[in-house]
Antibody, heavy 121, light 112 residues
């Protein structure tokens, strides 16, 4: 059973870069047929899709964040990562990583537990 | 694609039916296979969203059959029959037809 776990700092200063890692266990991130995504959710609001990556390195980004987002994959560590630059208070949210089945096209499942990231000086 | 859910919140008595609607600003139907790329998630406090339904009407494994989804194209409905106390949660719809994969704002379900 595949499990995902986010890790990284819970506090980031304004204008700095938010960096998070998602570690995948119970299955290989290099297995064909899965996209690995980042989704965030400000308190009390609906989730916002940030972007996703295929194990080959192909990426898809939300146009609203594209100029600040980089998602990368490290197959040797079975991890993928999120970098969000020039953060402001508006980037404060719970950040989730999740998997999407490319072939079955069934939505995002499973999700990590999420990590709260606060942008504040 | 903008996703709009209604209502924002609802209170339903135990054993009764809850209905949540989701409207997409454009169709999420793939005409090549007649599948709607629309999912419903349940989120309880402090937990990540849990996939309930995909392809608009297919229940994920292990989801009770009191949960059902319907609709096609741009208009969709999540129905919860015989409401149980454990169904108290926020429910989100999401389209994954095209990127960005957008979510609705959520519908908070409570017990009356």
């Amino acid at each position: 059973q595949v499990q995902l776990q986010e890790s990284g700092p819970g506090l980031v200063k304004p204008s700095e870069t938010l960096s998070l890692t998602c570690t995948v266990s119970g299955g290989s991130i290099s297995r064909n047929g899965y996209y690995w995504g980042w989704i965030r959710q400000p308190t009390g609001k609906g989730p916002e899709w940030i972007g996703s990556i295929y194990f080959t390195g192909t990426t898809y980004y939300n146009p609203s964040l594209k100029s600040r987002v980089t998602i990368s994959v490290d197959t040797s560590k079975n991890q993928f990562s999120l970098n969000l630059s020039s953060v402001t208070a508006a980037d404060t949210a719970v950040y989730y990583c999740a998997r999407r089945d490319k072939d079955r096209q069934i939505g995002y499942d499973p999700w990590g537990q999420g990590i709260m990231v606060t942008v504040s000086s | 694609i903008v996703m709009t859910q209604s209502p924002d919140s609802l209170a339903v008595s135990l054993g009764e039916r809850a209905t949540i609607n989701c409207k997409c600003s454009q169709s999420v139907l793939d005409n090549s296979n007649n599948k709607n790329y629309l999912a419903w998630y349940q989120q309880k406090p402090g937990q990540p969203p849990k996939l309930l339904i995909y392809w608009a009407s297919t229940r994920e494994s292990g989801v009770p059959d009191r949960f059902s989804g319907s609709g096609s194209g741009t208009d969709f409905t999540l129905t919860i029959n015989s409401l149980q106390a454990e169904d108290v949660a926020v429910y989100f719809c999401q389209q994954y037809s095209e990127t960005p994969h957008t979510f609705g704002q959520g519908a908070k379900l409570e017990i009356k």
